[in-house]
């Protein structure tokens, strides 16, 4: 089962904006990922961010956690038209010694050039 | 390229025909876990084996489906008598477990179209 929603499903914007891509979660976590998944390929890790940590960069990414509300956020400055993919939230069970991702349902980015 | 390998890339079926797909994990990477993908969905777990032990099944894995690692390096995925509602992507990611955390790193998919 999923894990819970991303918001917005899809998103269209214009080359040199912000996109800010939201992520809610049903359980408990240690950690939350972030996915990159371009049209019809595999996924690409972005960024991990910890339970006990607020917010986190890397490059032109910015992720936030709030767990008291169970949400991510995670955005992208000055978007490039190579940004365009579909962008996934995942966080690891906790039952069992097992590293399985759940993941959202994603949200779909267009960067129009 | 030493990330992660699967194959075939793409397979069309006939429904009732059995498939199999392969994947190569990092090569010092001791877990690997499959997922399934349709359209418009985010990856579901399927099953993951640390070195050559299937250590969790989903209960999406139906009997007619089977998941090997012979000697903890690579591993296939066979699919049985196979039905339209099989076709999807099917995803292997490969890990190195260290304390409580872990990356998987995601090979391109296999996308399987059961006719």
């Known amino acids: 089962s999923q894990q819970g929603e991303e918001d917005p499903q899809a998103l269209s914007i214009q080359e040199g904006e912000n996109a800010t891509m939201n992520c809610s979660y049903k359980t408990s976590i240690n950690n939350l990922q972030w996915y990159r998944q371009n049209s019809g390929r595999g996924l690409v890790h972005l960024i991990l961010?910890?339970?006990?940590?607020r917010e986190k960069h890397s490059g032109r990414l910015r992720v936030t956690l709030d767990t008291s509300k169970k949400s991510s956020s995670l955005l992208i400055t000055a978007s490039r038209a190579a940004d365009t993919a579909s962008y996934f939230c995942a966080t690891p069970a906790l039952s069992g010694n097992t590293g399985k991702l759940i993941f959202g349902q994603g949200t779909t980015l267009q960067v129009k050039p | 390229d030493t990330g992660v390998s699967q194959d075939p890339r793409h397979k069309i079926t006939k429904r009732g025909q059995n498939v199999t797909f392969r994947c190569d994990p990092i090569s010092e990477h001791n877990r690997l876990y499959w997922y399934r993908q349709t359209l418009g969905q985010g990856p579901e777990f399927l099953t993951y084996?640390?070195?050559?032990?299937?250590?969790?099944k989903s209960r999406l894995l139906s009997d007619r489906f089977s998941a090997e690692r012979p000697k903890g390096s690579f591993s296939t995925l066979e699919i049985q008598r196979t039905e339209q509602g099989d076709s999807a992507m099917y995803l292997c990611a490969s890990s190195f477990r260290q304390g409580s955390e872990e990356t998987q790193y995601f090979g391109p998919g296999t996308r399987l179209l059961v006719l």
């Open positions: 084996f640390q070195n050559e032990a299937q250590l969790e």
């Open positions: 961010i910890r339970s006990n940590e």
